[in-house]
């Protein structure tokens, strides 16, 4: 029973990373598929995905107060709702692609996962050192991308409104990010598209359907997004309810800082995963 815990936490990381740098804290995520609901209004009523995406950074800050931001530092808290699991969870992240997360409880022990800008890879005790390949290798590469949805147009193709649906008490569009190809790449799993749902009154994403994939198969996650709070500017969410594998986690973030004085070494390869590298 521990080990599966360890493989979700796992996974969560994965989700905690894609959200963290945006919604998200991921990264990120009911029937826990990316379903599409049907839509409230004929396609030519609805704006494009791009106007969409535009009204969402307009109305987190701006591109402007986004671009003053180079580095971020985060402390969150990981709930096992039901499970009586917490990890406390610490990120740093800076552009373009640079994360390392570390993960922490006494029943999992130490959780780290991270991205170079090239290696994306994870150690745990149960696991070791590991360094991703093919797909996952792509998907958290693109996925540790710095506020990702604000810079959505150098990582997805396109961004495309489909429709309206409701997430609880608020009516939003929904659009669909796909992902850019990468040359070399043909697995379908590397190229899940995204799908946000983004209010129609206050422009913020409220939730995001999405898969990750991990050695063992697709998990398919809705996460939903609350408590906005200003930080340096920008609107960042601070409460990520995220239901995977028939089960529901919960991020609160309790501390946020922008353009620290990162170390040197912050995002360097431990030495048991540069040692995988080099082999």
């Given at each position: 029973?521990?080990?599966?815990?360890?493989?979700?936490?796992?996974s969560?990381?994965?989700?905690?990373?894609?959200?963290?740098?945006?919604v998200?804290?991921t990264?990120?995520?009911?029937?826990?598929?990316?379903?599409?609901?049907?839509s409230?209004a004929?396609?030519?009523?609805?704006p494009?995905?791009?106007?969409?995406?535009?009204?969402?950074?307009?109305?987190?800050?701006?591109?402007?107060a986004?671009g003053?931001i180079?580095?971020?530092?985060?402390?969150?808290?990981?709930?096992f709702?039901?499970?009586?699991?917490?990890?406390?969870?610490?990120?740093?992240?800076?552009?373009?692609?640079?994360i390392?997360?570390?993960?922490?409880?006494?029943?999992?022990?130490?959780?780290?996962?991270?991205?170079?800008?090239?290696?994306?890879?994870?150690?745990?005790?149960?696991?070791?050192?590991?360094v991703?390949?093919?797909?996952?290798h792509?998907?958290?590469?693109?996925?540790?991308?710095?506020?990702?949805?604000?810079?959505?147009?150098?990582?997805?193709?396109?961004?495309?409104?489909v429709?309206?649906?409701?997430?609880?008490?608020?009516n939003?569009?929904?659009?669909?990010?796909?992902?850019?190809?990468?040359?070399?790449?043909e697995?379908?799993?590397?190229y899940?598209?995204?799908?946000?749902?983004v209010?129609d009154?206050?422009?913020?994403?409220?939730?995001?359907?999405?898969?990750?994939?991990?050695?063992?198969?697709?998990?398919?996650?809705?996460?939903?997004?609350?408590?906005?709070?200003?930080?340096?500017?920008?609107?960042?969410?601070?409460?990520?309810?995220?239901?995977?594998?028939?089960?529901?986690?919960?991020?609160?973030?309790?501390?946020?800082?922008?353009?620290?004085?990162?170390?040197e070494?912050?995002?360097?390869?431990?030495?048991?995963?540069?040692?995988?590298v080099?082999?």
């Amino acid at each position: 029973m521990k080990i599966m815990k360890i493989n979700d936490v796992k996974s969560i990381c994965r989700v905690t990373a894609l959200l963290a740098v945006v919604v998200v804290a991921t990264v990120a995520a009911s029937t826990l598929t990316a379903q599409e609901p049907e839509s409230a209004a004929p396609p030519s009523d609805l704006p494009t995905g791009k106007q969409v995406m535009d009204r969402y950074i307009e109305a987190c800050g701006g591109e402007e107060a986004f671009g003053a931001i180079k580095n971020r530092y985060s402390e969150s808290t990981l709930e096992f709702v039901g499970q009586g699991i917490k990890l406390e969870i610490k990120t740093w992240a800076t552009r373009p692609n640079l994360i390392y997360i570390l993960m922490e409880s006494d029943i999992t022990g130490k959780v780290e996962k991270g991205c170079n800008g090239e290696v994306f890879w994870e150690s745990s005790l149960m696991s070791g050192p590991v360094v991703h390949e093919g797909v996952q290798h792509v998907m958290g590469v693109r996925d540790s991308t710095f506020e990702r949805f604000v810079n959505w147009s150098d990582i997805y193709e396109t961004a495309e409104c489909v429709g309206m649906t409701e997430v609880g008490d608020h009516n939003c569009y929904e659009v669909v990010l796909t992902p850019k190809e990468i040359e070399g790449m043909e697995e379908e799993g590397a190229y899940h598209p995204v799908h946000l749902f983004v209010d129609d009154t206050d422009w913020l994403i409220r939730k995001m359907n999405s898969a990750i994939e991990i050695p063992a198969g697709t998990i398919d996650v809705e996460a939903l997004a609350g408590d906005y709070q200003e930080v340096d500017g920008v609107l960042l969410a601070h409460r990520l309810q995220m239901n995977m594998l028939g089960q529901q986690r919960l991020v609160t973030t309790e501390k946020t800082e922008h353009n620290i004085d990162m170390p040197e070494d912050r995002f360097a390869l431990p030495e048991d995963v540069q040692k995988l590298v080099d082999k």
